[in-house]
């Protein structure tokens, strides 16, 4: 497997994820909130991963300018649909990736990346170009399950099965320690580590990092 079967998997999967219901509501609107007292109104904010959209309409309107990026044009198309239904002036939608916006070196106050980071194939060099992306002491902002300190049966038996036969995508394989050590040598300080969950202490840290 690869990036093009990882676009495959999410283009094929777009319209039955947007149906998706969010599990954690709650939990969901405190990250919201959360996220939304540190982007400040002149903020210049990217999200990687942005799916079909739903985070970015709900901060676009408190923010700058707001560019919300995915892999997949499946979802993206589905994101530009639900845009169409409201004047959202400050949100664009992109099919790109971290990499592929490199030529933005140093743009954008904050980076959003919400059940993204264990999808990528190379944590590091991801980790890196947001890096470069940010501006001086911009704000990575990431929440994302940390399948490391998952219950070992998931880890080892039910996602290599459910990736055998098409049902899953990629994920990488790390806990939250190792998380935030990867962050740190991609050269960022982190400012906080929380769980927004309502239903159990799951192992999807939200984390706050500052680039040095």
């Known amino acids: 497997m690869n990036i093009a079967s990882d676009v495959r998997f999410w283009d094929r999967s777009s319209r039955k994820y947007a149906q998706g219901a969010i599990t954690d509501q709650a939990g969901y609107e405190r990250t919201l909130d959360r996220t939304r007292a540190l982007l400040g109104s002149n903020g210049r904010v990217l999200e990687l991963g942005c799916g079909t959209g739903t985070t970015a309409l709900r901060l676009a309107g ?3 300018s707001y560019l919300a990026t995915d892999i997949s044009a499946g979802m993206i198309a589905i994101a530009e649909e639900k845009r ?11 099919t790109a990736t971290a ?4 030529s933005e ?4 106050d904050a980076i959003l990346g919400f059940n ?3 999808l990528v194939r190379d944590l590091p060099g991801t980790l890196r170009c947001i890096h470069a992306l940010l501006a001086p002491n911009g704000l990575f902002i990431s929440k994302t399950p940390c399948i490391g300190d998952m219950n070992p049966l998931i880890r080892f038996v039910l996602l290599p099965a459910m990736r055998v036969i098409g049902k ?7 806990g939250a320690a190792d998380l935030g050590q990867h962050i740190c040598t991609a050269g960022f300080d982190i400012l906080a580590t929380e769980n927004h969950a309502t239903k159990g202490n799951e192992p999807r840290p939200y984390i706050v990092a ?3």
């Open 62 to 64: 408190d923010v700058q």
């Open 84 to 94: 169409a239904a409201g004047p959202f002036p400050k949100l664009a939608f992109r």
């Open 99 to 102: 990499e592929a916006l490199m």
């Open 105 to 108: 070196t140093g743009r954008f």
């Open 116 to 118: 993204y980071i264990h």
């Open 168 to 174: 899953a995508p990629y994920a990488g394989v790390f």
């Open 210 to 212: 500052r680039k040095r």
